[in-house]
């Protein structure tokens, strides 16, 4: 089927974190107005961040792709721009992994990823000669950080790409992956909520491979991408190229904490002989989701368990549970 080129964005309320970046996990509706609220529970540092990747605007700043009329398997100028609240494009950035800005491009079936450098003009325009493989809804992510930021922010938005569109099934989840004669292993598995260790093994002719070259001052950069809402993540590696510790391979590890059961579409670069490649994985997450709001286990269960209570006696208020947070503001408040 013919697909007709058009822009489109949208923003969910989402909070998920994957590793010390930026995934996504659940919805979180607003307190009740009256009555004190009870503290909740610490959550873990990673979970503070923002859910990135979801929403064209955040922070006052906002996506703007300024290219259209995109083709199948033509090259062109990708363009596209960050804006300030008045409308002013963002010039000034901090410096992430060597670049000003990583672009990330998918499509929405999770094939035909790409991971580029856009060049930044005086107009305040990102530019980058880009191909879109194939026809298809894509997603695109602008990883960056502001000269002023104290953290990174990463805005995604959708394109459409016309042509001839046919899309492809999500691959089945698997622990090798091969790439222009190199294999990779994929070792580790995630739980929602706890922090998990992923190792993946570089392997070339059946021989493990020991000199990877830095790229972007990692020996590796993993990409993860949700299967549904493309919740989105870009985490490095333990260790640093050169640091007398971190050996140039054959195992490149990350450390991830995974809030959402599901599948993940899973994206390594790493380089090696002067040439940048990308090994692709499906990496299923089992289990169930951890308590909203930053609750433990047993104040969530304490919170449903009132909440239970509360319908089966005609909805009534159920007093706030003070010591564990497990009611907010006298009021039943948990999601099953």
Not at 168 to 193: F, H, I, K, M
Request: charged letters at 15%; zero cysteines; glycine letters at 12%.
């Amino acid at each position: 089927m013919k697909i007709v080129t058009k822009l489109g964005a949208f923003a969910l309320a989402l909070v998920l974190v994957l590793g010390s970046a930026y995934i996504v996990g659940r919805a979180v509706g607003p307190p009740p107005a009256a009555a004190p609220v009870a503290a909740p529970a610490a959550k873990p540092a990673a979970a503070e961040e923002s859910s990135y990747g979801l929403a064209i605007t955040h922070e006052s700043m906002n996506l703007k792709v300024l290219t259209d009329n995109v083709r199948a398997g033509t090259k062109q100028t990708f363009a596209f721009q960050i804006l300030q609240h008045d409308g002013t494009p963002l010039v000034k950035y901090k410096p992430q992994h060597e670049k000003l800005m990583h672009l990330i491009v998918a499509r929405r079936d999770l094939s035909n990823f790409q991971h580029v450098h856009p060049n930044l003009g005086s107009d305040g325009v990102w530019r980058v000669p880009l191909t879109f493989a194939a026809a298809g809804e894509y997603r695109i992510f602008a990883d960056y950080m502001p000269l002023w930021g104290i953290h990174g922010e990463t805005l995604g938005a959708d394109v459409s790409v016309s042509g001839d569109f046919r899309p492809e099934a999500l691959p089945a989840p698997s622990t090798t992956a091969t790439v222009d004669g190199y294999t990779v292993t994929l070792g580790g598995e995630l739980t929602p909520g706890k922090s998990g260790k992923l190792t993946l093994s570089v392997a070339k002719g059946g021989k493990p491979v020991t000199d990877l070259e830095p790229y972007l001052g990692a020996f590796g950069h993993l990409v993860a991408l949700r299967d549904g809402d493309m919740a989105y993540l870009h985490v490095h590696p333990d260790g640093t190229p050169g640091d007398g510790q971190t050996a140039p391979g054959p195992d490149i590890l990350f450390h991830a904490t995974a809030p959402s059961f599901g599948d993940y579409r899973l994206f390594l670069d790493f380089q090696h002989q002067g040439v940048v490649r990308t090994a692709a994985f499906t990496l299923r997450v089992n289990g169930p989701n951890p308590p909203p709001h930053g609750l433990s286990e047993e104040a969530f269960a304490a919170a449903k368990a009132r909440n239970e209570e509360a319908v089966r006696n005609g909805g009534a208020a159920v007093p706030a549970d003070t010591s564990g947070g497990a009611t907010e503001g006298g009021t039943p408040h948990g999601h099953g």
